[in-house]
Nanobody, 119 residues
Framework: QVQLVESGGGLVQAGGSLRLSCAAS????????MDWYRQAPGNQRMLVAS???????TYADSMKGRFTISRDNAKNTVYLQMNSLKPEDTAVYYCHANADTASGTTYYWGQGTQVTVSS
């Protein structure tokens, strides 16, 4: 079993920055792709950014140039640097990852961290 724990959310003014972290823990696992999703009230959960074990990244179009995903494989941690934040970035941000364990490849979600951007 793998646990994902996010941190770094909070309240920020428009134009500000936040850095989210997601640390994975558990026994005998290898983390593969790691992602950030977000879900605003009344909306579906959407992919924000993804990063492979090797460091290749993809972004949703509206985040390109403002958000940067990165990871530290030694720490099993993924980060999301969010700059030039807008009120429409307000959402719960979720960490998502897949990992190879003794049971096979399994997908995991974190509990989410609230990001609120005030205008």
């Amino acid at each position: 079993q793998v646990q994902l724990v996010e941190s770094g959310g909070g309240l920020v003014q428009a134009g500000g920055s936040l850095r989210l972290s997601c640390a994975a823990s558990g026994n005998s696992f290898k983390m593969n792709d790691m992602d950030w999703y977000r879900q605003a009230p009344g909306n579906q959960r959407m992919l924000v950014a993804s990063i492979t074990f090797g460091g290749s990244t993809t972004y949703a179009d509206s985040m390109k140039g403002r958000f940067t995903i990165s990871r530290d494989n030694a720490k099993n941690t993924v980060y999301l640097q969010m700059n030039s934040l807008k009120p429409e970035d307000t959402a719960v941000y979720y960490c998502h990852a897949n990992a190879d364990t003794a049971s096979g490849t399994t997908y995991y979600w974190g509990q989410g961290t609230q990001v609120t951007v005030s205008s």
